[in-house]
């Protein structure tokens, strides 16, 4: 009896350790963090009538494809951009779920962003786009190029009330390392699962034509400028984790969130083109944490906005 009692609680806590284990499978408790069940999905441009507001749609669809072929050095348009596509960084003409998803552009904008301190037009978004990620020069809003790519991006959101964010909009956020991102940890990330693709120095592999990139370039001249938002390493880390290497999708990522900031450090790390746009952040209290650049409303040096710790400057905001 004596022994009875002493025992009794080894068949509770298998009876507890089974449940659990077996819980987490049947209930999906992990789910909740990352819900699949309302995924967007694209709407299909076969359906699309060969109208005039049709072919704007397409011809929106293929500029942010292939804008280099427009707008790169060797544009047939005008030579404005560093010859990277809008879809090298918007994945699948920005339909891929946390690809820098364009699912919420038509439900959101015209929306207040903080950076430029004024309610932004798709129109001027897209130009920001152009001046920052492909650093370039804007185009003209009323151009029949800038109005097939509203057009394209009112399209694929039609479907997404108004105010909306679908699961998989822009991209993923990934929780802060408690320590500081790593570039020489980084390092070994890139030259193991990039560079076999990006290149030995980040300068990726251009079209046997020069007319576009095969493999786009992560750092360098002809890269995105330092006020781009890749530039953050917050959206890079996300972007990589659920994009890179080529091909995989945030359901099966291939990196750890370390080595997505680690090599994300690495290649914030690099030389790019260093453009300033001095009328950014007109409320520097709104500054994202990982801005890299100050002046800031709180006393952390411009180093640990650029590569962490960020849990103490998001706990003093
Ligand atoms: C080097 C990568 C890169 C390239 C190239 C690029 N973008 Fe972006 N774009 C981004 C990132 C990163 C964001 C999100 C930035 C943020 O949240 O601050 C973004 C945001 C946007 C948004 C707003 C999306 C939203 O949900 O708020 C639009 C619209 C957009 N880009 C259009 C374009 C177009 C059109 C082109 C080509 C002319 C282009 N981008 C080229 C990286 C890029
Ligand atoms: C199999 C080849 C391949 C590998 C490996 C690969 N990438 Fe890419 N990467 C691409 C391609 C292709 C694109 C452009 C996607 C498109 O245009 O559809 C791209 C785009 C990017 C972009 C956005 C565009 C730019 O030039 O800034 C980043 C950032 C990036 N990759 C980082 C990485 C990192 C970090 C790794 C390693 C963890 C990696 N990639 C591994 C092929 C690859």
Redesign the pocket.
């Known amino acids: 009896m004596v022994s009875f009692v002493k025992y009794n609680w080894v068949p509770c806590l298998l009876f507890l350790l089974i449940t659990v284990v077996a819980g987490k499978d049947i209930f999906s408790f992990e789910q909740k963090n990352n819900p699949v069940s309302e995924e967007w999905q694209a709407p299909d441009l076969n359906s699309v009538p060969y109208d005039a507001e049709g072919n704007a749609i397409r011809y929106g669809k293929e500029l942010i494809v292939n804008t280099a072929w427009y707008f790169g050095p060797k544009g047939k348009i005008a030579a404005i951009t560093n010859g990277?596509?809008c879809?090298?960084?918007h994945?699948?003409a920005g339909t891929k779920p946390f690809g820098n998803c364009f699912s919420a552009v038509a439900s959101i904008y015209p929306t207040f962003r903080p950076r430029s301190g004024i309610v932004e037009s798709i129109e001027f978004r897209i130009n920001d786009c152009m001046q920052r990620s492909l650093n370039g020069k804007p185009i003209d809003s009323t151009s029949k190029e800038m109005q097939a790519m509203v057009a394209y991006l009112k399209w694929l959101g039609k479907n997404v009330p108004h105010g909306n964010k679908p699961i998989g909009a822009g991209t993923k956020d990934l929780a802060y390392l408690p320590r500081a991102a790593d570039p020489v940890k980084g390092k070994l990330?890139?030259d193991a699962?990039?560079q076999?693709?990006?290149g030995l120095n980040g300068e990726?592999q251009m079209e046997w034509d020069s007319t576009g990139y095969?493999?786009?370039?992560?750092w360098g001249e002809h890269?995105?400028n330092t006020g781009a938002g890749?530039f953050r390493i917050s959206k890079?880390a996300g972007?990589?984790k659920c994009?890179?290497?080529?091909?995989i999708t945030y359901k099966e990522p291939k990196?750890t969130d370390e080595e997505a900031w680690d090599?994300?450090a690495y290649?914030a790390l690099q030389a790019r083109p260093d453009i300033k746009f001095p009328q950014d952040w007109p409320d520097i209290k709104k500054k994202s944490i990982d801005h890299p650049f100050g002046p800031y409303a709180d006393s952390f040096s411009e180093l640990q906005h650029k590569y962490g710790p960020f849990a103490p400057i998001a706990a003093a905001k």
């Open positions: 990277m596509n879809q090298n960084c994945i699948e990330v890139y699962t990039c076999k693709c990006h990726g095969i493999y786009p370039p992560l890269s995105y890749l890079l972007f990589i994009n890179m290497p080529y091909g990196l090599v994300a290649i």
